[in-house]
């Protein structure tokens, strides 16, 4: 069964930085990608970065390229999220979302974006609060 686990969210000032950890279980790691994702309130769940886990191939979104960076460390495999520069537009829930590497590569080729609809697995969330 695959299991994620995210942790790192918090309170942060803009202009500030966090780190959000995803920790991965239950599948063969080579094989898959993880995403990570945000929902605020009142919107959709936006797909940010994207990752395959042994390929080293990375996505982002646009609104979070150049600011965010996404890293794998297969010996702890886990997939953080590094945040910086951040802004009160990047409170959300964030989310992790884990599936095999081909299905969430075909998808992002398909539609140019990180869709929720690529992974089947995913984490609980993780509240990150952005505010002065």
């Known amino acids: 069964e695959v299991q994620l686990v995210e942790s790192g969210g918090g309170l942060v000032r803009p202009g500030g930085s966090l780190r959000l950890a995803c920790v991965a279980s239950g599948f063969t790691f080579d094989d898959y990608a993880i995403g990570w994702f945000r929902q605020a309130p009142g919107k959709e769940r936006e797909g940010i970065s994207s990752?395959?886990?042994?390929?080293?191939?990375?996505v982002y979104a646009d609104s979070v390229r150049g600011r965010f960076t996404i890293s794998v460390d297969n010996a702890k495999n886990t997939v953080y999220l590094q945040m910086n520069a951040m802004k009160p537009e990047d409170a959300a829930v964030y989310y992790c979302?884990?599936?095999?590497?081909?299905?969430?590569?075909?998808?992002?080729?398909?539609?140019?974006?990180?869709?929720?609809?690529?992974?089947?697995?995913w984490g609980q969330g993780t509240q990150v609060t952005v505010s002065s």
């Open positions: 990752t395959g886990l042994n390929d080293g191939s990375t």
């Open positions: 979302a884990a599936d095999q590497l081909l299905t969430v590569a075909a998808a992002i080729a398909r539609s140019g974006a990180i869709k929720s609809h690529a992974f089947r697995s």
